[in-house]
T-cell receptor
């Protein structure tokens, strides 16, 4: 079956523009996560969706970042008024159930965002 | 909060054994996970330890000591394809998403 897909794979934008990143999780996975990975760094948690529960937004770095998820399907991460510091790879992951470190997370290939 | 420490780089030769250590500080603990990421690729799940002891999966094993807040990933019979970054991870305080270490870059040479 298909894995987690993300689009676009690469996005180059100018400082101050808004960008929207898309994630299609594995079908049937109720939990969805967004992470950010700066060059040579670890993964930084951004936001978590679990079914119809309120999302955990505790990792969002500023109010310029927001995300939505429609039911248990597609999610979009929006970054408004992009800054050069937002340049990173944005990774989406999904898992069968939320919580529990033992719940394997399946990652998409990421979107490489470059803010000029 | 949660924090994890792991070495930044490890080098080894084909056929060797390498151990990547991870120490953590957490408020609440739900287990330690390990992920592998090849350069330019997506992270992939390797193993999870919820209880003390050793978990073995083929050439890879992972160990956890909760009393020492310490774990390690052991890679045996190293192959060139094992060259990658390896991340240890624990759940955040809310028990929702993973907090990752900064990663250990493993370079395997012939």
């Amino acid at each position: 079956g298909a894995g987690v897909s993300q689009s676009p794979s690469n996005k180059v934008t100018e400082k101050g523009k808004d960008v929207e990143l898309r994630c299609d999780p594995i079908s049937g996975h109720t939990a969805l996560y967004w992470y950010r990975q700066r060059l040579g760094q670890g993964l930084e948690f951004l936001i978590y969706f679990q079914g119809n529960s309120a999302p955990d937004k505790s990792g969002l770095p500023s109010d310029r970042f927001s995300a939505e998820r429609t039911g248990e399907s597609v999610s979009t991460l929006t970054i408004q008024r992009t800054q050069q510091e937002d340049s990173a790879v944005y990774l989406c992951a999904s898992s069968l159930a939320g919580g529990g470190a033992g719940n394997e997370q399946f990652f998409g290939p990421g979107t490489r965002l470059t803010v000029l | 909060g949660q924090s994890l420490e792991q070495p930044s780089e490890v080098t080894a030769v084909e056929g060797a054994i390498v151990q990547i250590n991870c120490t953590y500080q957490t408020s609440g603990f739900y287990g330690l996970s390990w992920y592998q990421q090849h350069d330019g690729g997506a992270p992939t799940f390797l193993s999870y330890n919820g209880l003390d002891g050793l978990e073995e999966t083929g050439r890879f094993s992972s160990f956890l000591s909760r009393s020492d807040s310490y774990g390690y990933l052991l890679l045996q019979e190293l192959q060139m394809k094992d060259s990658a970054s390896y991340f240890c991870a624990v759940l955040n305080q809310a028990g929702t998403a993973l907090i990752f270490g900064k990663g250990t870059t493993l370079s395997v040479s012939s």
